[in-house]
């Protein structure tokens, strides 16, 4: 689930334009892997970033409560929702660019 907002304020600061929503489950494991302390609305250049090093992790329910494929296919589909609504705010269509 993500959300399109600006100034709401949360425990890691303001929530701006375009960023991703996960568990705090989710949000406490990662801040375990070294990479700082994650909330549960983070910014989409960070996550895009994570998602990639995640990848790269063992699955172990220590990092990944819910499973390392389902954090991963859920943080790549908001990332993904959210390249669809920038596109679509700016009115570009793939087939511009074909």
């Given at each position: 689930m ?90 570009i ?6």
């Amino acid at each position: 689930m993500y959300l399109l907002q600006m100034g709401k304020v949360g425990k890691g600061g303001i929530v701006g334009l375009m960023s991703i929503h996960i568990s705090k489950r989710t949000a406490e494991a990662l801040s375990k892997i070294g990479m700082g302390d994650f909330y549960i609305w983070e910014p989409k250049e960070r996550m895009a970033y994570v998602v990639l090093v995640l990848k790269k992790l063992p699955d172990s329910a220590d990092i990944f409560p819910a499973g390392k494929s389902a954090t991963i296919q859920h943080i790549e589909y908001e990332l993904d929702k959210l390249a669809i609504d920038f596109l679509t705010q700016k009115k570009i269509t793939c087939e511009e660019y074909l």
